[in-house]
């Protein structure tokens, strides 16, 4: 056989055995491994390895190496597999975002200091617990507790605990993510309640933030907001952006970028084409990105009104939106006029601030982390 031959043969060899790897079951012993290989001091690595590949199956996701090293990734990136990390200074962080706060009503805002700092008793005051916390699960306690006292000195008691007003005291709570993967409180609780048949109770509202705080809970909401849906991305690194960005962010800035091209105007490649309520829904305000979507239209693929590209764009954090005829209408404008296809997704450009969050820290920082950790662990 020539030598080009056998080298071709060999390399075909190579990639047989290394796809084959990557998609082969992975047991608890390997797992293991892989833990420990990236984070050396774990505490109980067997226990970690048995609720991850457990957490894939309840989801009937495949056990395979690349599944295993992407939650191995974006755990070791978000907690260094600790179930409720300690975040260093947060009780500081959060009574002075408080005071910051609450310093833009002056008047009120001092008179809510005083009763926070004797309430209910000066010895174990909110703002006492408030200044002592060390995790998050201690903040999300302590508005827990905040709230029962109200409900019980309103006389409102029964009606915050049958659920009435989970969804005010939801948008009030400042801990929007939670656990060892930093999965989204939102994501949880909406995923919570399409298992269930009645309405959530209070109690079943903190239930679902409870098992957040564990091992196995955490694992189990943040795996399937990471793994569990179609992306048709190329490469990890997309997922990884959209776990901090959103669903399809890094698919819809890649659209941000055609838009930009073919509208003549600057965008920011953020994924969000509208804009959003914190409940979720899409405002009514017409974003620059949603104006450029229009003028680009105009220019490159008339046919559509307003009306059309709105119920478009209203799919853009599902799978739907690459079928519709505003997604595909300007992509093929794009090549059209470059001669080159469009990317299919990038990388969204997102600063991020938190009080978590003690250095410079984009979405892109994010995600390259989160894919040096996935690479390492598939070698």
């Known amino acids: 056989m020539p030598p080009g031959r056998v080298l071709l043969s060999l390399l075909a060899c190579l990639l047989f055995t290394t796809t084959a790897r990557a998609q082969a079951a992975m047991d608890v012993r390997e797992t293991v491994r892989l833990i420990l290989r990236a984070e050396k001091n774990v505490a ?3 226990g970690w390895a048995i609720d991850l590949l457990d957490v894939l199956q309840l989801h009937n996701l495949p056990t395979t190496r690349e599944n295993v090293c992407a939650v191995i990734a974006v755990v070791d990136q978000e907690s260094s597999f600790v179930a409720d990390p300690a975040v260093p200074g947060l009780g500081k962080i959060s009574e002075q975002a408080l005071r910051d706060k609450l310093a833009k009503v002056p008047v009120a805002g001092k008179a809510a200091l005083r009763w926070l700092e004797r309430t ?9 617990r408030i200044r002592a916390a060390r995790t998050e699960r ?13 409900g019980q000195k309103s006389g409102l008691g029964e009606v915050v605990q049958l659920g009435f ?6 948008d009030r709570n400042e801990i929007d993510t939670a656990g060892s993967m930093q999965v989204s409180v939102k994501f949880s609780l909406e995923m919570a309640k399409r298992r269930r048949w009645l309405p959530m109770m209070l109690d079943d509202v903190y239930a679902v933030r409870d098992q ?3 091992r196995h809970g955490g694992l189990y909401y943040g795996v399937p907001q990471l793994l569990d849906y179609e992306t048709g991305y190329s490469r990890k690194i997309f997922r990884f952006a959209d776990y901090n960005a959103g669903r399809y962010a890094s698919r819809n800035a890649a659209f941000q970028q055609v838009v930009a091209t073919l509208s003549g105007d600057k965008l920011a490649l953020d994924g969000d084409l509208l804009s959003y309520a914190k409940s979720g829904k899409a405002n009514a305000t017409v974003t ?12 490159h693929a008339p046919g559509l009104t307003d009306k059309d590209i709105r119920s478009d764009l209203l799919e853009e954090k599902t799978a739907k939106f ?5 997604f595909t209408a300007l992509r093929d ?9 469009p990317a299919f997704a990038i990388v969204p450009e997102i600063g991020l601030s938190s009080p978590k969050i003690h250095r410079r820290m984009t979405t892109r920082i994010f995600a390259e982390s989160v894919d040096r950790r996935y690479q390492a662990c598939m070698k």
């Open 333 to 341: 404008a794009f090549a059209r006029k470059t001669g080159k296809q």
């Open 322 to 326: 690459v079928s519709t005829r505003t």
């Open 120 to 128: 209910p008793t000066p010895e174990n005051s909110f703002l006492s």
């Open 138 to 150: 201690d903040l999300d306690l302590v508005y827990r507790s905040l709230v029962e006292f109200a």
């Open 212 to 214: 957040l705080y564990t």
């Open 44 to 46: 109980d690595a067997q």
């Open 165 to 170: 007003l989970n969804q005010l005291i939801e």
């Open 288 to 299: 620059t990105s949603e104006a450029a979507v229009r003028k680009a239209m105009k220019l």
